[in-house]
C-alpha cells in the first residue's frame, strides 16, 4: 500500500501490479484513474471506465450509511454491489477514502475482494494476509463469534481488556468464561443481531482487570452477512473511549455548574452549591472552609497565607448520609498545621494533590488525632486541596477526598476542580461584597427607624422590621408614630422601591419629610400632596445628575390621623396596601380607601377617608412585602392576614409574632414593616370645653373658669401659667380673629390648652420695641409652655399649648 495513487490507479499495461483493485473519482462523481487490478475484476478497461460516471458501475443503490458519509466527506467502508462487463454482479467489500491532496476533493475506491497474495511475516514466517494483519492490529477489541455465540476469534486488545487468552475464549461462550451481568447482557445484544439481522451499537463502563479506574467502552456487534444477505457469524468490535467520555463529563459537569452555583448571593449557599457539585461526580467527601473575613463581609487579607491557619467551615457533603467523615460541624473554626494540604495549598496559590502515602500529609493529620481516625475509617486514599481566589483575593480552602472510589485523583481531575472552584470563588466573593454593602444598608437601615417608640397616649403599638432574605437586599421599608398636638398621635408606614443603600438612603429623606410635614399638622390627604412632589423632585434631581441607579424613585405610603379625644381617625394611601381594621368584638376588615398613586408620579389627587373608632380598636399597617409572594397570589396573603388578626392575643407584641408566623414566606423576597396600634379615649373626665364670646369683657371669665377646672383637676401648680396663657390666645382670637371662639383644656401627659376660631390666619411671633404696647404675647407664651403651635382645621385654625410635663 506504499504505492502512489498514479501507480495504483494504472491499466496494468506498464507499472507493477498491486492487490488491491483501485480507482480514484472526482468530486463530480467521475472516474479518472483505473488500475489493472479493476480491470481483472470488473472486466473493464482503463480507457472503458475513465472519464464516465462511477455510478454506472453500481449494480443497485448506495446503502444509506455509505451516501451519509459521502455527503459528510467521511471515509465508508461495506459491501456493494458492482455490474460486471459481461452483465453479471460482483459483491465487494469496498473502502471509500477523501484526499485533497492536490487542493481538490478526490476520492480512492479499494476493494480487497480479490484474493490478495500472501505475505511473509518477517518475525515468525508465517503467511499472513493483509486482512490478519487488520485484525490483530486494529486499535479496536476484535472478536468473532459463530451463530451459537462461541468464539471463533479474537484479537490480543479483546484479551486483555477481558484479562484472558485467546485460548481460553476460542470455542465457547463469553459467559461461560466471564461470569457478570455486563456479559449478559453482551449474549442478549448478541442474541438480538442474530434475530434482527441489525447491528447494534451501545456504550459500557467497566473497569479493566489491571487497573483501578473505571473506563468507557463503544460496544459495536453486528452480522457478517454472505452474497445472499445470509447471517453466517457476529463481529464485535469494543473500542475505548475513555477519555472522550470524560471530556464530555467535565464539560457536562463545567455546564451544570454554571446554572448550578450561584444562584443567590449568600455565601453559605454558594459553597453548599459547590460541595454538591463535586459530590459524588468527582469525590467521596468535600468541604469548603472559608476565612472569617468572608462570613463578616469585611475584606480577606492580600498576599499568601502561612502558618497554621484558621479557617471556618460553611459546608460539607458526602456520598454517605450525614456526612460521618466531617470532624468539623459547619459554622465552627478548624485550624490546618503549616504542612497540611490545606494550608499548603493557600500558602502556594495552587491546587496540592497528596495521597495517602505522603509522610507529610500523613504528618499533618497528626495534628487531629479525630481526623485521623475518621481518614482510616473511611479509607480515604487520595485528597485534592483546591485554593478558592478570586480577584487576586483568597477566601479559602475547597478540599476532595476519595475513599470508596478506587482510583486516585488525576491531573485532569484537578484541572477540573480547580475550574469549578474558579467559577465557585467569583460567585463566593460577590457574595461578599453584597453581605458587606448589606451589612451597611440594613445598618443604615436601622439606624433610620425609629429606636424607640415615643411616649403618647392615643394608642398602644407594636412594631416589627424584618430585612428581606440574604438574596433580595435590604429594601426602603419604614415606620412611624409621631406625637402630634391635642394628644393626637400619626401612624406612618411606607415602601420605597428598590434595594440597597440607596432605598434605605431615600427611606430616610423620605421619613424626615414626613416628620416635618407632620409637625405641621397637615391632613393625611395634603400631607402626601406634598411628599408626592418632594419624591418627583429628588427623582428629577437625581437624572439631572445623570445617576441612572437613582434616577427612577418611588414609594408607596399609608398616613393615619388619630385623635383619642373624638376617637376619630383620618386615613390617606399612596399606592399601599390596605389597612386591617380589628373592632373590640372580633370583627376584622380591611378599610375601604381611596388607592391613590403612588408618590413621585405627580399631578394626581390623594383621598382622604375619616372613620370613628370604638376605644380598643386595633388598626394593622403592613407594607407589601409581608402578603405578596412569588408562590401565590396577593388575594391569598390578604386573607392569611385576616385571619390571623382574628385571633386575640395576650399583648401586640404577640400580635405581631401570630402575623408574621402566619402570613410570612419562609424567604421573604422583600422588606417588611408592621404596626399594630390599640385606641384608647379620652374621657369626659379629661377634657374641659368652653364657648368664649367676642367680647374682650368675656377674657376674665375664661380665666376663671380655666383656674376652677384645674383645681377640680388637681393641677393648681399650673393655674398661674395657665392664666397667662388662656388670657393671651383668647385676647388674640377676641381681637383678630372671627368667632366663635372655643377654649379647651386637655388633660393628658401634659395639660393641653387650645383656643379655636374661625379665622385661618396663623398668628406669628415678632419682636416688640420698647415703647410698643402690644407684641409680646406670644413671646410669653413661647417662654412659658413646652410647645406651642397652630394648625388648620376644617373651619378655622386653632392655636395650642402645652405647660406642665407629666401631668397625666
Same mark, same amino acid.
Given at each position: ?459 398602644? !403599638?407594636?412594631?416589627?422590621? &424584618? =430585612? *428581606?432574605?440574604?438574596?433580595? +437586599?435590604? %429594601? $426602603?421599608?419604614? /415606620? ?107 370583627? !376584622?376588615?380591611?378599610?375601604? &380607601? =381611596? *388607592?391613590?398613586?403612588?408618590? +413621585?408620579? %405627580? $399631578?394626581?389627587? /390623594? ?104 383645681t377640680d383637676w388637681g393641677l393648681d401648680d399650673a393655674a398661674f401659667v395657665t392664666e397667662l396663657i388662656v388670657s393671651e ?80
Amino acid at each position: 500500500m506504499d504505492t502512489d495513487t498514479n501507480t495504483l490507479a494504472g491499466t496494468g499495461g506498464s507499472g507493477p501490479e498491486v492487490d488491491a483493485a483501485m480507482a480514484v473519482v472526482d468530486e463530480r462523481g467521475i472516474v479518472v484513474s483505473w488500475n489493472g487490478a479493476a480491470q481483472r475484476l470488473l472486466g473493464y478497461a482503463a480507457e472503458e471506465v475513465t472519464g464516465r460516471p462511477a455510478a454506472n458501475l453500481l449494480a443497485a443503490d448506495l446503502p444509506e450509511p455509505a451516501r451519509r458519509c459521502l455527503d459528510e466527506r467521511r471515509s465508508w467502508n461495506g459491501l456493494v454491489r458492482l455490474r460486471h462487463r459481461d452483465g453479471s454482479h460482483v459483491n465487494v467489500e469496498l473502502l471509500a477514502h477523501p484526499s485533497r491532496d492536490d487542493g481538490s476533493l478526490r476520492w480512492l475506491l479499494v476493494t480487497l475482494t480479490a484474493p490478495p497474495p500472501a505475505r511473509l511475516d518477517a518475525n515468525t514466517g508465517e503467511n499472513v494476509s493483509l486482512m490478519d494483519r487488520a485484525f490483530t492490529q486494529s486499535s479496536f477489541a476484535l472478536a468473532i463469534n459463530a451463530m451459537d455465540l462461541r468464539c471463533l476469534r479474537v484479537n490480543e486488545r479483546m484479551c486483555r481488556m477481558c484479562g484472558v487468552t485467546e485460548d481460553e475464549l476460542r470455542g465457547r461462550r463469553v459467559t461461560e468464561v466471564l461470569p457478570g451481568p455486563q456479559w449478559d447482557a453482551l449474549e442478549l445484544y448478541m442474541r438480538y443481531v442474530l434475530q434482527t439481522g441489525e447491528p447494534v451499537q451501545r456504550v459500557t463502563y467497566r473497569r479493566v482487570p489491571s487497573e483501578t479506574r473505571e473506563r468507557a467502552w463503544s460496544v459495536s456487534i453486528s452480522p457478517l452477512k454472505d452474497e445472499t444477505g445470509r447471517t453466517l457469524a457476529l463481529w464485535t468490535g469494543v473500542l475505548d473511549i475513555t477519555e472522550q467520555y470524560w471530556a464530555r463529563q467535565r464539560l457536562t459537569l463545567l455546564n451544570e455548574a454554571g446554572a448550578r452555583i450561584g444562584t443567590t448571593l449568600d455565601v453559605t449557599r454558594t459553597a453548599e452549591e459547590l460541595v454538591d457539585t463535586f459530590v459524588p461526580r468527582l469525590a467521596d467527601f468535600a468541604l469548603v472552609d472559608l476565612l472569617g473575613a468572608m462570613l463578616s463581609g469585611d475584606e480577606p487579607i492580600l498576599g499568601p497565607l502561612t502558618g497554621t491557619i484558621a479557617l471556618r467551615r460553611v459546608a460539607h457533603q458526602s456520598i454517605h448520609e450525614g456526612v460521618p467523615e466531617a470532624v468539623v460541624a459547619p459554622e465552627e473554626v478548624d485550624f490546618h498545621p503549616a504542612d497540611s494540604p490545606m494550608a499548603r495549598c493557600l500558602a502556594s496559590g495552587t491546587a496540592v494533590l497528596t495521597t495517602i502515602d505522603d509522610p507529610a500529609f500523613m504528618a499533618s493529620l497528626s495534628f487531629n488525632p479525630a481526623r485521623a481516625a475518621s481518614a482510616r475509617a473511611h479509607g480515604i486514599h487520595s485528597v485534592l486541596a483546591v485554593p478558592i481566589r478570586a480577584r487576586g483575593v483568597t477566601l479559602g480552602v475547597a478540599v476532595l477526598a476519595r475513599g470508596r472510589r478506587p482510583d486516585l485523583f488525576q491531573q485532569d481531575d484537578v484541572l477540573l476542580a480547580e475550574e469549578l472552584t474558579a467559577r465557585a470563588a467569583v460567585c463566593l466573593d460577590n457574595a461578599r461584597r453584597y453581605t458587606r454593602e448589606r451589612a451597611t444598608a440594613l445598618a443604615l437601615q436601622r439606624s433610620l427607624l425609629p429606636q424607640r417608640l415615643p411616649e403618647q397616649s392615643a394608642v398602644e !403599638v407594636a412594631t416589627h422590621y &424584618l =430585612p *428581606a432574605s440574604t438574596h433580595a +437586599g435590604v %429594601g $426602603g421599608d419604614w /415606620f412611624d408614630v409621631i406625637p402630634l398636638s391635642g394628644a393626637r398621635v400619626a401612624l406612618v408606614v411606607g415602601d420605597v422601591v428598590g434595594h440597597g443603600l440607596h432605598a434605605s438612603a431615600t427611606m430616610g429623606r423620605l421619613r424626615t419629610a414626613v416628620r416635618t410635614l407632620a409637625d405641621v399638622d397637615l391632613p393625611p390627604d395634603e400631607l402626601l400632596t406634598r411628599l408626592d412632589d418632594l419624591v418627583a423632585r429628588l427623582a428629577a434631581d437625581a437624572a439631572a445628575d445623570g445617576d441612572d441607579d437613582e434616577g427612577d424613585i418611588g414609594a408607596t405610603c399609608l398616613y393615619a390621623v388619630y385623635d383619642p379625644v373624638s376617637r376619630r381617625c383620618s386615613l390617606a394611601r399612596a399606592g399601599h396596601p390596605l389597612p386591617v381594621l380589628v373592632t373590640p368584638d372580633g370583627d !376584622v376588615d380591611f378599610l375601604d &380607601l =381611596p *388607592a391613590g398613586p403612588p408618590l +413621585g408620579l %405627580g $399631578g394626581l389627587p /390623594f383621598e382622604g377617608t375619616e372613620v370613628e373608632l370604638p376605644e380598643g380598636s386595633t388598626l394593622a399597617l403592613y407594607t407589601d412585602g409581608l402578603v405578596e409572594s412569588r408562590h401565590h397570589d396577593i388575594d391569598v396573603g390578604l386573607e392569611r392576614l385576616r385571619r390571623a388578626l382574628s385571633h386575640p392575643d395576650p399583648s401586640l407584641e404577640a400580635t405581631c409574632d401570630t402575623v408574621l408566623e402566619a402570613v410570612l414566606p419562609e424567604r421573604p423576597m422583600d422588606d417588611v414593616a408592621l404596626l399594630v396600634a390599640r385606641t384608647r379615649a379620652l374621657g369626659s373626665d379629661r377634657v374641659a370645653t368652653w364657648g368664649v364670646p367676642a367680647d374682650p369683657a368675656h377674657v376674665a371669665d375664661a380665666r376663671k373658669l380655666a383656674t376652677k377646672q384645674l383645681t377640680d383637676w388637681g393641677l393648681d401648680d399650673a393655674a398661674f401659667v395657665t392664666e397667662l396663657i388662656v388670657s393671651e390666645l383668647v385676647t388674640n382670637a377676641i381681637r383678630y380673629a372671627e368667632g366663635p371662639i372655643q377654649l379647651r383644656l386637655i388633660r393628658d401627659r401634659t395639660l393641653i390648652c387650645e383656643v379655636s376660631d374661625a379665622s385661618d390666619t396663623a398668628p406669628h411671633l415678632r419682636r416688640a420695641r420698647a415703647f410698643d404696647e402690644g407684641g409680646r404675647g406670644l413671646l410669653l407664651v413661647a417662654q412659658l409652655t413646652q410647645r406651642w403651635g397652630t394648625r388648620q382645621t376644617p373651619h378655622g385654625k386653632t392655636i395650642w399649648a402645652e405647660v406642665a410635663p407629666a401631668l397625666g
